[in-house]
Protein backbone atom coordinates (compact mmCIF):
# COMPACT_ATOMS: atom_id res chain seq x y z
CA UNK A 1 0.00 0.00 0.00
CA UNK A 2 1.30 3.51 -0.73
CA UNK A 3 1.07 5.93 2.09
CA UNK A 4 -0.78 8.66 1.97
CA UNK A 5 -3.99 8.07 0.55
CA UNK A 6 -6.00 9.80 -1.11
CA UNK A 7 -9.70 7.81 -0.16
CA UNK A 8 -9.92 6.09 2.64
CA UNK A 9 -12.49 3.65 1.85
CA UNK A 10 -10.46 2.19 -0.92
CA UNK A 11 -8.06 0.14 1.93
CA UNK A 12 -9.16 -2.02 4.45
CA UNK A 13 -8.28 -1.64 8.62
CA UNK A 14 -6.12 -4.50 8.02
CA UNK A 15 -3.99 -2.25 5.71
CA UNK A 16 -3.65 0.46 8.53
CA UNK A 17 -0.22 0.51 9.68
CA UNK A 18 1.01 0.64 13.49
CA UNK A 19 1.17 4.27 14.89
CA UNK A 20 -0.17 5.63 11.57
CA UNK A 21 -2.39 8.74 11.87
CA UNK A 22 -5.93 9.23 10.01
CA UNK A 23 -6.41 12.82 9.72
CA UNK A 24 -10.01 12.15 7.52
CA UNK A 25 -13.20 12.68 10.36
CA UNK A 26 -16.25 10.11 10.36
CA UNK A 27 -13.66 7.39 8.21
CA UNK A 28 -14.41 4.51 10.64
CA UNK A 29 -17.36 3.80 8.97
CA UNK A 30 -15.92 2.20 6.03
CA UNK A 31 -14.43 -0.19 8.20
CA UNK A 32 -16.65 -3.10 8.22
CA UNK A 33 -15.17 -3.99 12.06
CA UNK A 34 -18.36 -6.60 12.36
CA UNK A 35 -15.85 -9.18 10.76
CA UNK A 36 -13.83 -9.27 14.20
CA UNK A 37 -17.27 -10.79 16.09
CA UNK A 38 -17.57 -14.08 17.09
CA UNK A 39 -20.55 -13.83 18.43
CA UNK A 40 -23.96 -12.05 17.25
CA UNK A 41 -26.67 -10.51 18.87
CA UNK A 42 -30.40 -12.24 17.49
CA UNK A 43 -33.48 -10.95 18.94
CA UNK A 44 -36.60 -12.71 19.61
CA UNK A 45 -39.33 -10.10 18.51
CA UNK A 46 -41.96 -11.55 20.42
CA UNK A 47 -40.66 -10.61 23.55
CA UNK A 48 -39.01 -7.22 22.71
CA UNK A 49 -40.65 -4.33 23.89
CA UNK A 50 -38.83 -1.35 21.84
CA UNK A 51 -37.79 0.22 24.52
CA UNK A 52 -34.19 1.02 22.89
CA UNK A 53 -31.89 0.18 25.95
CA UNK A 54 -30.25 -1.94 23.79
CA UNK A 55 -29.49 0.96 21.23
CA UNK A 56 -28.30 3.17 23.83
CA UNK A 57 -25.83 1.21 25.29
CA UNK A 58 -24.11 -0.34 22.16
CA UNK A 59 -20.60 1.20 22.65
CA UNK A 60 -20.08 0.91 18.66
CA UNK A 61 -23.12 2.40 17.84
CA UNK A 62 -23.81 -0.68 15.57
CA UNK A 63 -28.15 -1.16 16.46
CA UNK A 64 -30.46 0.68 14.51
CA UNK A 65 -33.77 1.22 14.56
CA UNK A 66 -36.14 -1.26 11.68
CA UNK A 67 -39.24 -0.33 9.92
CA UNK A 68 -40.95 -2.33 12.03
CA UNK A 69 -39.41 -0.19 15.29
CA UNK A 70 -37.82 -3.48 16.47
CA UNK A 71 -33.71 -2.27 17.60
CA UNK A 72 -31.57 -4.70 15.12
CA UNK A 73 -27.53 -4.92 15.33
CA UNK A 74 -26.08 -4.04 12.07
CA UNK A 75 -23.56 -6.80 11.42
CA UNK A 76 -20.82 -4.56 9.11
CA UNK A 77 -19.91 -2.89 12.92
CA UNK A 78 -21.45 -5.25 15.51
CA UNK A 79 -18.72 -6.90 17.07
CA UNK A 80 -20.49 -9.25 19.59
CA UNK A 81 -19.91 -7.60 22.67
CA UNK A 82 -22.92 -8.53 24.05
CA UNK A 83 -23.36 -5.38 25.86
CA UNK A 84 -26.84 -4.95 24.48
CA UNK A 85 -27.89 -8.49 25.64
CA UNK A 86 -26.62 -7.99 28.89
CA UNK A 87 -28.45 -4.88 29.39
CA UNK A 88 -31.80 -5.84 27.69
CA UNK A 89 -34.56 -5.24 30.13
CA UNK A 90 -36.68 -8.48 29.33
CA UNK A 91 -33.81 -10.40 28.41
CA UNK A 92 -34.70 -11.17 24.68
CA UNK A 93 -31.44 -10.90 23.33
CA UNK A 94 -29.27 -14.28 22.91
CA UNK A 95 -25.74 -14.14 21.47
CA UNK A 96 -25.16 -16.40 19.30
CA UNK A 97 -22.09 -18.23 18.21
CA UNK A 98 -21.04 -17.30 14.43
CA UNK A 99 -20.25 -20.10 12.19
CA UNK A 100 -16.72 -20.07 10.75
S1 LIG B 1 -23.15 -7.20 20.68
FE1 LIG B 1 -22.12 -5.30 21.34
S2 LIG B 1 -21.51 -4.31 19.42
FE2 LIG B 1 -23.05 -5.84 18.88
S3 LIG B 1 -25.00 -4.77 18.87
FE3 LIG B 1 -24.74 -5.66 20.93
S4 LIG B 1 -23.79 -4.04 22.15
FE4 LIG B 1 -23.53 -3.49 19.99
S1 LIG C 1 -33.35 -3.67 24.94
FE1 LIG C 1 -34.40 -5.59 24.47
S2 LIG C 1 -36.58 -5.08 24.66
FE2 LIG C 1 -35.47 -3.14 24.47
S3 LIG C 1 -35.50 -2.70 22.25
FE3 LIG C 1 -33.59 -3.78 22.70
S4 LIG C 1 -34.09 -5.93 22.27
FE4 LIG C 1 -36.03 -4.86 22.50
Redesign the pocket.
Known sequence: MKWPVKNIQDIKWQDLELGMTITEPGSSRFYKTGDWRTFKPV?DKSK????????IFCPDAAIYEDNEG??VANLDYCKGCGI?AK????Q??TMVEEEV
Open positions: VCIKCGLCYFFCECYVCI
